[in-house]
């Protein structure tokens, strides 16, 4: 089954289960927001396969972004098995930070993302 993270309608995410429910756990372990972070973890333990991120409180979503542009791709690096597909699997990682600026979603601690 495969994932979706929605970013903001026409900007999307799509990955293979395993790896949408290992960028899920990536944020739940790091979100101040309790509340987020259960609601993640339904996401993974139900198999719903798709987050979307504008349904989510501004705070919620300004630091999932945060978490995903300073520390996904790193992550990925560091945590995913060495396998033949490491590096394209790291690759799609990218294309989804990439997507948060293409979505013009602002980060925690950007000027005027409050």
């Known amino acids: 089954m495969a994932g979706l993270i929605v970013l903001k309608p026409g900007v999307d995410w799509t990955a293979t289960g395993g ?5 899920l756990e990536f944020l739940i372990s790091r979100l101040s927001d309790r509340q987020t972070a259960n609601h993640l973890q339904e996401i993974v333990d139900n198999n719903l396969g798709s ?12 630091e999932i972004v945060s978490h995903l542009r300073n520390g996904l791709v790193t992550a990925g690096e560091r945590q995913l098995p060495e396998t033949e597909h490491k590096i394209a699997v ?25």
């Open 19 to 23: 790896l949408f429910d290992w960028t």
């Open 51 to 62: 987050l979307w991120i504008d349904e989510l409180p501004a705070a919620a979503r300004q």
């Open 90 to 114: 790291i690759q799609h990682l990218q294309e989804l930070v990439n997507a948060t600026y293409s979505a013009g979603l602002p980060e925690s601690g950007d000027p005027g993302s409050q």
